[in-house]
């Protein structure tokens, strides 16, 4: 089967238990595509989606994906079910303090 590019099918799983996907990537897709296209396709309704390629986490087979990586180098042995979905945890950073403001400056919850 040369000339054919392996494809493998992911649903992105975000925190609130909804999924994005599934969507056919080619093996050779890198993570930081992968990202981008969860940032297409994040549900408008959502609150506190993320902004940037930077907000966004992805977590396959308990790892945390690295940017510069493809889909084929991030693949799991549980990938190898033949017409299996790839199910990858989705995590958006939270915002960060304001700069300059100091950790003991923040609001704190009172009782």
């Given at each position: 089967m040369?000339?054919?590019?392996e494809q493998?099918e992911?649903?992105?799983?975000?925190?609130?238990?909804?999924?994005?996907?599934?969507?056919?990537?080619?093996?050779?897709?890198?993570v930081?595509?992968l990202k981008?296209?969860?940032?297409?396709q994040?549900?408008?309704?959502?609150?506190?989606g993320?902004r940037?390629?930077k907000?966004?986490?992805?977590?396959?087979?308990?790892?945390?994906?690295?940017?510069?990586r493809?889909?084929?180098d991030?693949?799991?042995?549980?990938?190898?079910?033949?017409?299996?979905?790839?199910?990858?945890?989705?995590?958006?950073?939270?915002?960060h303090l304001e700069?300059?403001m100091?950790?003991?400056?923040?609001?704190k919850?009172?009782?």
């Amino acid at each position: 089967m040369s000339g054919v590019q392996e494809q493998l099918e992911i649903k992105f799983r975000l925190t609130d238990g909804s999924d994005i996907g599934p969507k056919t990537f080619p093996a050779a897709t890198s993570v930081a595509t992968l990202k981008e296209s969860i940032l297409a396709q994040w549900p408008k309704e959502k609150e506190n989606g993320p902004r940037t390629v930077k907000d966004v986490k992805l977590i396959s087979a308990g790892k945390i994906l690295e940017n510069n990586r493809t889909v084929g180098d991030c693949k799991s042995p549980l990938c190898d079910i033949p017409g299996g979905v790839t199910t990858m945890h989705v995590i958006v950073q939270p915002p960060h303090l304001e700069k300059g403001m100091l950790f003991s400056e923040a609001p704190k919850n009172r009782f």
